[in-house]
């Protein structure tokens, strides 16, 4: 059944999950309050590369089955509406639900009773339970049903999801059925629950994807230390269909707009009830641990001393988005290498496809040509794991280079072809590793 669905806010959330609901057939009206997006998006000028969204949104604009607007009274006649509001990080990595608190109020005094009121992007645990208080109304339902998109998968994880989980209190209420209706078409297990539950289930997995990738990278520190090889211990584990094989490939750390924040919030709440965390403390630490290795390896690679200044030596930097496929800096761990590197006196020149420029930086050099990066360089790091650094003229590459030598962070290049072309590949958990031996 055709649902008339509002969408709060047209950001990363909320603009995926406006199209998406458009998609499935549902009349989907989106309200932001930036005036300049919601022109742009009337246009169909989509701001947020995320393969097939852009198509979808002047799908929906040409069918009518979408309507941006600013004017939050066209949400007065929909039967169900999605919150997907802007959750920052505030003091101590506390969520701050500063427009949530302000938005959700003037939401009550114009919503149809009987409207359902459901929370899309993250939020701390109770939140809905508090709907009801700050809608100021008791004939609303309201219900929890997080999103677990990911960046550059955006729309794919949207229309084919591995679950859907919907919390009401109490679960699988009426608000419930009609909220799991919606994603029918996705085919995919839906979790009927209470909404303390589904709340935390988003902080949870996001949480133990941190985990995981802390835990595969201190395995990665000490195969170097032992002689074996990262890839095929990971490799054995990921056929335990109890471990699975995703997120177990080690990197610079992991970073983005969700894992950290995510972390941070669960680590704040649990503190806050008097819980220690300390697995998902450690899994931060680790974090911070491994893109310091990053630096050290570098300076070993070029001064023969992990703890030397690097002071006037080019490094050249292949990627800097926090993960390929997106051009997204929010905290990269390329970037905190970057700034690490320049620190210790590097002059940087780095090459990513999905970015023309670092905001707010002038330590890093960013070109468009990724010959360009190897330019008299004492030594390439590569960062972000883009497939296509790997078909890169590596001989070219190596000529151009002071010293032919790549720390490559993401075990993306093939140390036999660059073996071939004169380069000395460093990898991370492999037998010729981050690690330094001095
Ligand atoms: C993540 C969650 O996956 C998603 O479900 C949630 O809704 C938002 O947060 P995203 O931030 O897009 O999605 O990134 P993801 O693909 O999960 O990668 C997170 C980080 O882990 C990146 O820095 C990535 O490079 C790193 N990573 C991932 C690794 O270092 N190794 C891996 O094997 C996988």
């Known amino acids: ?5 509002g969408i709060v806010g047209a950001g990363y959330v909320g603009l995926t999950s406006a199209a998406c609901f458009a998609r499935l057939g549902h009349r989907v009206t989106c309200v932001d309050t930036d005036e300049s997006k919601v022109d742009e998006l009337r246009r169909g000028v989509v701001s947020i590369a995320e393969p097939g969204l852009a198509e979808l949104v002047a799908q929906g604009l040409g069918d009518g089955t979408l309507t941006f607007t ?17 959750t920052p990080p505030g003091e101590g990595g506390r969520p701050d639900l500063g427009v949530l608190e302000r938005v959700v109020p003037q939401l009550g005094r114009l919503l149809r009773p009987g409207c359902v009121v459901v929370t899309k992007s993250t ?3 109770g939140t809905a339970a508090r709907l009801p208080g700050l809608l100021g109304r008791g004939d609303l339902p309201v219900a929890a049903n997080p999103e677990f998109l990911r960046e550059g998968h955006a729309v794919e994880d949207f229309l084919h999801p591995d679950r859907v989980v919907v919390g009401t209190d109490p679960p699988g209420s009426a608000a419930a059925v009609r909220v799991a209706r919606l994603y029918e078409p996705a085919g995919a297990p839906v979790v009927t629950t209470d909404s303390a539950s589904a709340e935390l289930a988003k902080y949870a997995s996001n949480a133990f994807l941190a985990v995981k990738l802390s835990y595969v990278n201190v395995l990665a520190e000490l195969c170097e230390l032992f002689g074996a090889d990262v890839r095929e211990v990971a490799r054995t584990m990921g056929l335990d269909a109890r471990i699975g094989p995703e997120f177990l490939a080690p990197g610079p750390g992991w970073g983005g707009s969700c894992l950290p924040k995510d972390t941070s919030a669960l680590l704040h709440a649990a503190e806050a009830a008097g819980v220690d965390f300390g697995i998902l403390r450690d899994a931060v630490r680790v974090n911070a641990r491994q893109r310091a290795r990053v630096v050290r390896a570098v300076r070993q690679a070029v001064t023969g001393s992990a703890a030397s200044s690097l002071a006037g030596a080019r490094i050249g930097l292949l990627g800097l988005a926090f993960k390929a496929g997106t051009g997204d800096l929010r905290d990269s761990p390329a970037l905190a290498v970057a700034e690490d ?11 990513d496809p999905a970015v023309a420029r670092v905001p707010g930086t002038s330590a890093v050099q960013v070109v468009d040509d990724p010959y360009l990066v190897a330019k008299d360089a004492a030594a390439l790091v590569v960062l972000t794991e883009w497939p296509e650094f790997r078909d890169l003229d590596w001989a070219r590459l190596a000529a151009s280079a002071a010293r032919p030598i790549v720390v490559d962070t993401r075990n993306l290049l093939d140390p036999v072809a660059l073996a071939a072309a004169g380069v000395t590949h460093i990898g991370v958990g492999t037998r010729r590793s981050l690690t330094p031996f001095e």
């Open 1 to 5: 059944m055709a649902e008339h669905i």
């Open 70 to 86: 600013t004017a939050q009274a066209e949400l007065h006649g929909a039967g169900l509406v999605f919150l997907c509001l802007p």
């Open 123 to 125: 939020v701390p645990v």
């Open 341 to 351: 590197l320049a620190r210790a006196g590097a002059e940087l020149t780095a090459h």
